[in-house]
């Protein structure tokens, strides 16, 4: 875990639980005061002449106070950069950085008082501090008083279900609980604006639930802004409100979940057929546009065994036309649907890579 630049100088600010105020909406916080961070501009090269690299070409990003924003691009997209530019462990050559409305770069330590991140999965906690003793650390080095967020450690601790281990040094945790314990101390001093990198890597499907629901429950009823950023389309389906997708240092796209899945111009249909063979999947690819073949189907599955399912992108007119040339070729159609987008296609046409994906070449 990396803790912000605000966090590893600390010092005293004075916060306590009182700013959860409860009582306003997470609306109304939002009217009276600016975005929980505002990036205009900003980009950033590495290194110089024909082997720089710019990881963040002019990007400009809002994010509003209590919502979710994953944060997606394939390796090398610059997100980390960005996320670094917003933490102020990276200065920008060029635009501006507000948190909560404080410049970064006129006041850092007014900006980041209320920021913190978790960049690399578990590695700073104290392994040989317990659980609760790690939380106490972190909220000390984010300038508040451990005693005056005693219930906030409880409640966190009771939420990822770490409330019996609360006593136990770290070292002696599963991997998994070690990834809870890493966002329950980044979470800790109470930031209100938190970056996390791929917070359920490593966990198991019921941790990895029981994190999302209170990433989502610090958001509705806390106000917690959160930019996560994940490999995992599932997580970033589930809990975020907006994408934001990287490529080559730039913003291709900013949407909701559901906008990015409607929004794409996939008309894929799933056409299966046992006439479907290799020559005339290879013709249909010729004069369609094929998004995948799969052969061999009906193994204890729905379809004829041996048939052949054919993606094809295809509306309007190149559906009738697909139609006519599979009916010329003599195929009988035992299934046609249309195939519902996945935030993974979506992703895959945006930045041509796949989640996950090594970086392709990028010229400077
Ligand atoms: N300190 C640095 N010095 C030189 N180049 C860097 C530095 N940090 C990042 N880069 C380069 O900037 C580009 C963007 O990297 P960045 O880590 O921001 O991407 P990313 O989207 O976070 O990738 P990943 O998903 O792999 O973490 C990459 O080409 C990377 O090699």
Not at 17 to 42: K, Y
Not at 214 to 234: F, K, P, Q, Y
Not at 281 to 292: H, K, N, P, T
Request: proline letters at 4%; hydrophobic letters at 40%; glycine letters at 10%.
């Amino acid at each position: 875990m990396a803790r912000s630049a605000a966090s590893e100088r600390g010092g005293p600010r004075g916060r306590d639980e009182s700013r959860f105020d409860e009582s306003r909406s997470n609306d109304e916080q939002a009217d009276a005061s600016p975005p929980a961070l505002a990036i205009e501009g900003v980009s950033k090269r590495f290194g110089d002449g024909d082997d720089s690299v710019l990881a963040v070409d002019d990007v400009s990003l809002t994010v509003e106070r209590g919502s979710i924003v994953g944060l997606l691009g394939p390796n090398g997209a610059g997100k980390t950069t960005l996320i670094k530019c917003a933490l102020g462990i990276v200065l920008p050559d060029a635009g501006s950085v507000r948190v909560f409305g404080a410049d970064v770069g006129d006041g850092r330590r007014a900006a980041y008082a209320n920021v913190d991140a978790m960049l690399e999965g578990a590695r700073n906690d104290y392994w040989r501090l317990t659980v609760r003793e790690n939380l106490r650390y972190f909220a000390t080095i984010a300038g508040v008083d451990p005693d005056s967020v005693r219930a906030r450690h409880d409640r966190l601790l009771d939420r990822l279900e770490l409330t019996e281990k609360a006593d136990t040094p770290v070292r002696e945790l599963s991997r998994g609980m070690k990834q809870k314990v890493s966002l329950a101390s980044v979470l800790a001093g109470g930031a209100e604006l938190v970056f996390l990198d791929e917070p359920t890597l490593g966990l198991d499907v019921e941790s990895s639930r029981t994190l999302r629901r209170e990433l989502r429950r610090l958001a509705r009823e806390e106000g917690l802004t959160i930019v996560l950023s994940s490999h995992d389309m599932g997580v970033i389906e589930d809990v975020c409100d907006r994408v934001v997708m990287m490529a080559n240092g730039r913003i291709v796209a900013d949407d909701t979940v559901a906008a990015l899945l409607t929004g794409t111009d996939r008309d894929v249909v799933r056409v299966v057929s046992a006439d479907i063979d290799d020559a005339l999947a290879a013709s249909l690819r010729e004069r369609f546009d094929v998004r995948g073949v799969e052969t061999g189907l009906g193994e204890g599955g729905r379809d004829r065994p041996g048939s052949t399912a054919v993606e094809v992108a295809a509306a309007g007119d190149a559906l009738y036309e697909l139609m006519d040339a599979l009916r010329e070729a003599g195929v009988t159609v035992e299934a046609i649907e249309t195939v519902r987008p996945e935030l993974e296609d979506v992703f895959v046409d945006l930045t041509g890579t796949e989640p996950g994906a090594e970086p392709r070449g990028r010229s400077p």
